[in-house]
């Protein structure tokens, strides 16, 4: 979980522009961050306007001393000190101002002039953070929707609302509004993204600066060479499976991301994927997570309560698709490894896996101690604090261990026990450093949701875009799609599903025909693009902050490697005997069609399969795969002939160009 310099600002190091006493406070401040996120999970459970304004104060503090007002390749001087110390202050004022006010604030009718005044601070300064720390475009994206609140008749901005065709237009909000909504509520910057970064992202990115420090991430880094070493893109495929394995255990996308990632993400660092390209493909993998039998979430026991469907039926019928869905993430990781000319090592460079095992196998305790956790039902919070536990009593025992076996002596003894603290703080100060990238992102989502719950934009997209669809099944589909990202972007996958099913359920079932239990199972696939779609990507985001990548371009991968999820319903609807039963010959035919229109997108979207696919090839591929998606049997057979004929074509060359290796 090591940060890289290539792809996010660098940290400071000790120059002329940051002094041994500003390291020394960028430490102290990250110490706390992590006592106190410790604390939380833990010891005490805080509420929501306790935990995230004190998280997102911590954070600013350490995203203006650690980024300078002018970037990192200038000295900061004496006008960017005052700059960044005032900085500093707002940020200690976001920190206190919410849970010092409380009481104040939520009995209060109407808003105070100084409650707006330190409003509009905290909006100012997370745009300011944000720059700093994830990039101008998510700063952007945030200030473009604070103007899109002011566009309207009774808005800041009302001559804005002539340029806004009628969908979008609204009423427009004045500064006191938009501030109230923003800062003053669980709506805005203090919602449910902060709360995702401010509970368990934090614990797990903490997690994993731990196994960095205590050589845990070493052992497990030497044991995934040792075992997938040999193929290509070896450790991309294990956090595939694995995150299948995981997913339907946890049954969410972003506690997956932490957990498999934590693991995953750094082998695939190390073995050549770029960090936003490992962080999107654990997001992508985890995400499917919630579509896995067994549990899928919460959404399967809603589904049963829908459609009075038995839970065992949603089950059955959830998993030759979830299949699907890994099988194309699977698919596109190898066709990754390839393109990028990875190679599989050969056993004289790999390590063995009886001495990775006899040096390292006390680290594998954190890792059951997890999986036991989260399947005893623990929440994710509280299974992170528990594994840092296990972690430091882990490496504390070895150590001990190792000492005692080694002529002790008390020099000896207080050395080590030393060493074990300067250990436990570097990991402290490394996960508060790791986690500010991650919360930045995730407080300027917030905007997003408090700007999208007031203008009602998410429920007018989810009622109007069904009637604008025209009759037309794939457009329909595809206007659900967009207008459960929007969804997405203010309420958890959960939550989506529901207001969704409820919004454009009745529209599937009664005008377009689709079947009741693919109409909810529709909804629920596409309630999950809101973990890896951009611009709000919590799945993403967590897998960026494990990754040390950005957190935009990140969700950008994820949203690439996870295309299944927005194909694989168009199946579903098209082919529902797959789905529901019938006739075995239908079912083997429309089983391999899916398989078949997978692959060719696959490849067609990275251009590379056995071979380069050239760019004729690839054009031809995509009516072909709209053919095999068509409700009519006779185009479905010029579809997979297309299909077919291409993919021949390209291993036909492939088998030239690359005799030895071909795909493998």
Known sequence: MTTDLAERPPMPQPTVATSRLLLRAIAIVGI????????????????????????????????FLIYPVFGQDRVRGVLGWVIDGALVLCAVLVGVWLPMNIDIIANSIFSRPIDITVGVITTLVVLEGARRAVGLGMTIIGATFIVYAFAGNRGELPFLSDWMPGILNHRGYTLDRLASQLT?????????????????????VLFGAFLEVTGAGKFFIDLAYASTGRQRGGPAKAAVIASAGMGSISGSAIANVVTTGAFTIPLMKKLGYRPAQAGGIEAAASTGGQIMPPLMGAGAFLMSEFTQVPYVDI??????????????????????????????????????????????????LPLVALVWLLVSGYSPMRVGFYAIISVVV??????????????????????????????????????????????????????IVGVVGLTGLGLKFSSMMIAFSGGNIVLALILVLLASLVLGMGLPVTAAYIVLIILVGPALTSEFGVPLLIAHLVVFWYSQDSNVTPPVAL???????????????????????????YLIPLFMVFNESIILGGPIPLVLWSGFLAIIALTAFAACLEGYLFA?????????????????????????????????????????????????????
């Open 184 to 204: 003053l509520g669980a709506e805005g910057i203090f919602g449910l993204p902060l709360g995702v970064a401010a509970t368990f992202i934090f614990v797990f």
């Open 394 to 447: 882990a490496a504390s025992a070895r150590a001990l261990w190792s000492y005692a076996t080694d002529r002790p002596t008390m020099d000896g003894f207080v050395a080590l026990c030393r060493r074990g603290l300067s250990l436990t703080a570097q990991a402290m100060e490394l996960g508060a450093r790791n986690a500010v990238a991650v919360s930045m992102a995730c407080a300027v989502a917030g905007i």
């Open 315 to 364: 089950v059955l019928v959830s998993i030759f698709p979830a299949f699907l869905y890994f099988g194309a993430v699977y698919l596109l990781v190898h066709i990754a490894a390839v393109k990028q000319g990875m190679k599989g090592l050969t056993a004289e460079e790999l390590p063995s896996v009886r001495r990775v095992m006899a040096d390292g196998w006390h680290f594998m």
């Open 612 to 664: 380069p696919i050239v760019l004729w090839q690839r054009l031809l591929i995509v009516p072909g795969v709209i053919a095999v998606f068509w409700p009519d049997l006779r185009v479905e057979i010029v579809g997979v002939a297309i299909l077919v004929t291409m993919l021949t074509l390209n291993w036909s060359r492939g088998r030239r160009e690359f005799p030895v290796n071909g795909l493998a």
């Open 32 to 63: 706390l961050l992590s006592l106190f996120q410790l604390y939380a999970a833990g010891l005490q459970p805080l509420g929501l306007f306790f935990q995230r304004p004190i998280h997102l104060g911590f954070i600013l503090a350490l995203c």
């Open 539 to 565: 799945a993403a985001f967590a897998g960026a902050a494990i990754a040390g990548s950005k957190p935009l371009e990140t969700s950008l991968q994820s949203w690439k490697f996870a295309k299944g999820l």
